[in-house]
Structure formats: C-alpha cells, structure tokens
C-alpha cells in the first residue's frame, strides 16, 4: 500500500516527487523548532495547479494524509509531515500572473515569498500589506493559510482584510474558485474567509486574487521609547492607542528580549529591566503624530528618541526583527501567541509575571503592542517542550482568555496549541468546526491531527 | 401540527407572539418591493436571547421554518415570511451594551439601527464605518446578515472588514460565542466570516462585537461633476481610482436616475442625457485631494463644482441618498446590485445599454463608482417581476460575471437572484455551500428556500 502510494505519485509526477532521506527529513518539522514523529513518505515538489490535484487524488485514492506547505517558516507545527503522510510543497509555484494598480489587487500562485511579491509590487506604487516579521522568507499562500498579522495589522488589517479570491483544491482534486475580483461581492456563503486561517484542513490554497494599498507617500518617523520596567510601557502603548493616535508600528520589547536583541547585534547594553516601545508613524500627518505619540510616552514616564530618518529608523525596527534569532541563542523556544484587546496589555504582562513566578520559568516577551499580539517565549533545553513548560503556558493561555483573548493572534493553531482550542471554542463550536472541516475533507486526509486534536484533559 | 407551534410559541413567549392579520402580513415583504406567497404563521417579537433560543427550540422540535429579520429594508427578498412560517423579528434587541474607544469596539444587539448606533458612538469620537444608503432604517444586525455595504466602502471597508465576534443562536437553539475581542485572532475556522453576508441561511445573530474608527478629523470637501453621458462619467471615475487617490465617496448617477431624483426634490432640471459624479474626500488631507480629483475629472470632459462647505456637501449628497424614493415615482423596480473591478465600469454601462436596447427596457443605474457596485433599476407596473424584465437581467448579470464581477455587491441573493447563484459558483461550489449550511441547520429549517434555490435552466 505504502509503496504503491509512492509508486503512483512517481508514475504520474516524475522527478517532482522527491522520496530522498534529507529531503524527506527537511519536511519533519517547521519554523517552530519542533518535529513531527517519524519520516514523510515522499515529497511532491508541485509546479502548478494540476500536479496539486493529481497529488490529491492519488492521495484520496489511497487515504494518505497530505500535509500542505509554503516555506515551512510556521511557528505551530502547522506543516510538520511524519509518518505515513504525504508533503505537498507549493513553494515551486511562485509566479505573480497578473497586476493590476487600477483594480488595486494582484493574483498570485502561493509559493511567491512576501517580501519578494511586495518587491516586485513597488515598481506600480502599490503594496500587500500583510507583514509577518518572516515577510522575508515566508510564502504568501503560507501566509493566508495561517491568517498571518505582522507589525502594520493595526492600521493596514491583517491577511483577512487584504483577500479577494481564492483558488484552492479540495481533498478530492477538485478545483473551485472562490470570491471575486470586484471590492464588493456577497455571493452566497463567504467561502474565501473560510479558507484563511485555516491552517490546511479545508484545502490547498494555489492561486489568491489579493486586495492591494497605494504605497503611503510622505517621510515615516520613528520613535523609541526607554520606560523603566515593562508594565510602564504596555501602559504607555495603551495610552497611545486611547488618545487616538494610529501609529502604522508600535512595538514593544521586555527587558529579556531587548537585552538579548542587543547582545545579538553587537549593540551597547540597556538599563536592568529597562523595556522598550518602537513606534512608526506614516502618511501625510506623520510628523505631526509622531509628535503627540512622543507627548502620550513622555506623560506615561517613557524617555524618547525620535527621528525622521528612514536609515534610523529601520535601525531601530531592526532590534525588533532581531527578536526571533535572538531568542534562538538563550535556548530552545516555546513561541507563544496570545491576543488581548488593547486595554489589557498592562494586566497581561501582570499575568506573565505571575505565571513566571508561579512556575519558575523565564519568559522573555515581546508584543505587537498596537494590536494587543504578545509573543511570550518560553525557554528550555532540548528538543521537546517539558511538561512544566507547557504547565506554564497552560495558565498563560487561560489567564488570556480570562482577560478576553484568544490563543493565537497569527501563528495559528497547528498541533502545538490544538489542545487549548476546545477551551476558547466551547465545546459546541468545537464540534461544529469539525463538522465543517469534513464537508470539504470526508476521509480526513488534509492535514490530520492538526488544528482539531482532542480537548485537553 | 400549525395550531401546535402557534400554541406552543404562545405558552412560551405570551405576548412577544403575534398572530393579527396585520402583523403577519407586514413580514410578508421587504424594501424590495416583493411578497412571500401565503401568510406567516406567527411573528416573534424577540426581546432576549432566551427568546430567540426558545423559538429555535420549538421550531426545530416541531419542524418548522423560521425567517429571521431586522427592520425588513433588504432588497432581495431574504427577509419575506410567507405560508407555514415564523417570522422571528430582533428589531426589539436594540441595546448597545458596551463601547471601548481604547479599545475601539463596541458590543450590540443586532436590532439597533445603524445610523441611531452611530449618533451614539459619536460622543466617544469613535463610528462604525459601514454605511449602506439604508442606514437611517436599516439595523446592524441586518447589515452582519447581508454583508452590507455603502458609500464609504473602498476607502473604509464593508461589513466583513468591521465585525470582531458574534454570538449566533443555531437552528436547535444553541448560542454558540464565534470571534473575538482582540484586533488579531486565528483560532480554528472563522466562522464568524462565515456568518457575515449568511442571510440568515446558518443561524441567528444575537449579538455583535464591532471594530470601531476614529471619527475623521478635519473638514470634508465635495465635489459635483457633470459628464455629457454616463460613459464618460464612469470613465472618470477610474481614472481617480487609477491616479491612485482614494476619495471617502464617489457615487455616480446616470441621466434618468438625476433627472428622476431633481424631480422628487424639486430641483431645476438638468441637460439632456448629463451624468454626475459625485465624490467627496476627508482626513487631514481632504481639500488637497479634492484638488487633485477635481483636475482628473476636469481632464475627464467633466464641468466641476467644488464645496468645502458641510451643508452644502450634504445638499449635493442628498441627491444620491433620494435615489431608491425617486425610482419608486418611476413605477415598480427591480433594484440590482451587480459589482465589477473598477477598470471595468464603463464597460458595464456599456453592457447596460446594450441590454437596454436588445430588451427594450428602461435601466435607470447608479453606481457607488469608487467601489465598482452598480444598481441598475428595472421600472415596470404592477407587484410582479415580468418575464421580459428576468430575461433582461438574466442578461445583465451573465454581462457581469463575464467582465470579471459579481452578482450581488452588497444585497445578498435572498430569493430574487438565488436561481443565478451556481452560474456564478459553479456547481462544484454550489453543492459544497449547501453542505456547509446543513452542517449549521442539518433540517433546513432556517431561511428555507432563500440563497440556495435550484439554478436557472
């Protein structure tokens, strides 16, 4: 059966499926820096839309699990391919087919990197504003599939808001179009929104009509913010954010990270438990908002650098960018992905403090704090999360949903938070996406085990 | 079996039931203009979620179909409640229970009337953005259930852009707690996208967490510009979108739409056969880019009035805003509601006349042109759509899926176009949105008959 499999894949792909040990090996385990158990039993390197569709009847056929993935850059064990599974790498196929600045959108095959599509976007003055901190090396279909945020999801919208159409192929090879072109389109059920964030269990995403900006005239301006201990400035942003002022990026770093971040790039040390907030304004009132964010920070106690040099302030966001390598170097990392509305910020770093003090772990965090997204990064040795590490994010996870959040603001569920889903869900909805997932995947072979595993005890 | 549920919805609810001829025959119809054939069994008047729960529990256990409705201004039919049916109205759910400027959200019910929520939300500096032409009458709940749209859509998003959560009642009387609170969120499937734009075809939305805005500041500026035709008029108007400046309203009105609406307002007449754009900007930079707008339409063989006068902008809009009375003088209509890409307007309207022609039938159209939304008006006498006036529709939309559009921008499908939904779906889709739907109300018994009716031959 197992070689029959990838006997039929070999027959009808060629050389486009690869059932080598590293490559195989490659497509164990994600960005996240945890492995699915056991080795794939091929990889089909897809180079357009018919190759994903014969996988998937082949696949279907056979009720072999397929496991879909961009550049394997997911921070939830989303695209972990093991045992007995099939890995169905789009990355191959990453044409931009068609821009279009007067309809303000582009159509995209998924395997097109972020920050290349947004390269190549320039040269018509228009951008997609979705901007993970991976924008460099993540797909654009990887980044719909997890309903991706970024920096800029305050002001410019997340992966959802930026959307128009989707061409995906469900479990039995089917091709549908989904969506429209048009700004407006309440054509029956919203099936395009369905599929983003939907982490691979409903279909694979091979093509995207995408919703575009004009590029943002005007000089950005950038501000840092030092405040004496984190809570001071999780107030501050929140203060930002109250006072009615839309920064394009406001983020924020603890004392751990920051320190961590400078040790990185080799930059002079800041103050003991000294936290920082990088905020960017942009548009035709940019300078004027920089100024009064700097007034709101100053007033919550926040000693401010500004400048509107462009240099300068890709400097200062580049400590921001730094955050995951350096986190790299204090161990091996549980990155978290809790989402609090605004207001809350301050009284979930009061919560992280506790969970610190409660478990005896360290927990490094840094927050997208315009949005209210804080990643808090547990740190341990070796290469599994031990059970007071994940003891520990337990009570960080329900102390979120106590302060009215949600478990993931963009990473997504994948398998490594599936067990807490049932707990912000309810049970009934639980069930019911289920019920959803196997109208478009009756035999469960996209991506099984992820997103809906069974309930934490 | 009737006299059961009557009786079993009246020990239950009491007074909230009412079974008076008048009341029944009220919820027959909607603002389309269109009656349900027979009568409502009854009309619930739900004052609480309890109420609604109660309803959906008698009506699943006793088979029975139940229409879902708000204020009854939808214009496709989804609301109308005819033979065998309950009409479960949320009109009387019109609490605001939460506003959060720093937060910017606030939580609803769904009966509260959009422009009344608005008038609230206004002593917070903060608005909700959607902002259908409807929206001194029409409720919020019934913008989530259409998906509603508006004249401020290309610049501030439509409904699918501006919702965080909603608590929903399912058929078997279930309240299931679908999205969050936080501005990210990717945990498991959204449903609540799902949801928006469902025409009540999944179950009952009882309450809304809305994304709010910062009220603009600063003046608005309008602007009115005469075209010699439609044509040239639409061309205009993507040529603003092209230059890449993004008006907050740009609607369009061709000759016998402005003719029909000065004669309503008493207005002085205008030329034969003249077109208008209307088009206003806000923000800090409003009047430098009514500046530019009014250049590009100059360009465009438009004669430009320009007003940063509030009143005076208003005047100019109210004309818009008098479209749907001013086409009700010209006899019964059948208002479409077809979307295309921007690019692709004035071949619409070439299309437009061209069906005009090859039918022999009167079209009067306006266009939310910065969005790509058309309402073509369909005259004719008496309470029932002719087969000559289908035919031409029919024809019309084929017009727009071909250009690259879509059915419904902001109506929703309802009962008067669900026989063109799988010419735009696909059957493969179409099937599949079915299933989707049996999975939330596995009897059908929510909205029966609507969104989902047999294709067209």
Redesign the interface.
């Known amino acids: 059966m197992t070689d029959s499999v990838v006997d039929r894949l070999r027959a009808a792909l060629g050389e486009r499926v690869d059932t080598s040990e590293s490559g195989r090996a490659a497509m164990r385990a994600d960005k996240s820096g945890h492995a699915a158990d056991g080795m794939p039993l091929a990889v089909v390197h897809a180079a357009s839309i018919a190759d994903v569709q014969t996988t998937m009847r082949i696949a279907s056929q056979t009720g072999t699990p397929v496991v879909p993935r961009g550049a394997g850059t997911g921070l939830a064990g989303g695209a972990n391919t093991g045992t007995g599974e099939i890995s169905l790498s789009v990355l191959g196929m990453d044409r931009i087919l068609e821009v279009?600045?007067?309809?303000?959108?582009a159509v995209v095959e998924p395997g097109i990197i972020n920050a290349d599509l947004n390269e190549a976007l320039a040269a018509d003055?228009v951008w997609w504003a979705p901007d993970p901190a991976s924008r460099d090396i993540a797909t654009v279909g990887g980044n719909i599939a997890?309903?991706a945020?970024g920096l800029l999801?305050?002001k410019y919208?997340?992966v959802?808001?930026a959307v128009l159409a989707l061409d995906v192929v469900l479990a039995d090879g089917?091709l549908?179009?989904?969506g429209?072109?048009?700004?407006?389109?309440?054509?029956?059920?919203?099936?395009t929104?369905?599929f983003?964030?939907?982490e691979g269990v409903?279909g694979i995403v091979v093509g995207a009509t995408l919703k575009l900006r004009?590029l943002v005239p005007g000089q950005v301006h950038t501000l840092a913010a030092t405040f004496p201990d984190v809570r001071a400035a999780a107030a501050a942003s929140?203060a930002v954010?109250?006072a009615?002022i839309?920064p394009s990026i406001m983020e924020l770093m603890d004392a751990t990270c920051l320190a961590a971040a400078h040790r990185l790039l080799g930059l002079a040390p800041m103050p003991a438990g000294a936290a920082q907030l990088t905020v960017q304004t942009d548009g035709?009132?940019a300078a004027a908002e920089a100024d009064a964010i700097a007034d709101v920070l100053r007033a919550a106690g926040g000693s401010v650098a500004a400048s509107g040099d462009r240099a300068e302030g890709e400097r200062l966001l580049a400590i921001r960018r730094a955050m995951h390598p350096a986190m790299l170097t204090l161990g091996t990392t549980l990155i978290e992905d809790v989402?609090?509305?605004?207001?809350r910020l301050a009284a979930m770093f009061d919560e992280i403090a506790r969970v610190e003090r409660d478990h005896g772990v360290v927990i490094p965090t840094v927050a997208?704090a315009g949005?209210?997204?804080l990643h808090p990064n547990f740190i341990f040795d070796g290469p599994d999360v031990p059970p007071q590490i994940w003891a520990a994010a337990d009570d960080l996870f329900r102390a979120a949903l106590r302060l009215?959040?949600?478990?993931?603001?963009?990473?997504?569920?994948g398998v490594l938070k599936s067990r807490w889903?049932a707990a912000?869900?309810?049970d009934?909805?639980?069930q019911?996406?289920r019920?959803?997932?196997a109208?478009?995947d009756p035999q469960n072979i996209l991506n099984p085990g992820k997103?809906f595993a069974p309930p934490a005890a």
């Open positions: 279009r600045p007067d309809d303000l959108l003055g997890t309903g945020g999801c305050a919208g997340v959802r808001d089917r549908l179009h989904l429209h072109r048009s700004v407006k389109g309440v054509t029956g059920l919203d099936l929104s369905l983003i964030g939907s409903l004009r929140a954010t109250a009615g839309q035709p009132a989402s609090v509305p605004r207001s997208h949005d209210g997204n009215g959040g949600t478990l993931t603001g963009e990473h997504g569920i889903l912000e869900l309810g009934d909805q639980w019911l996406q019920q959803v997932k109208v478009f997103v």
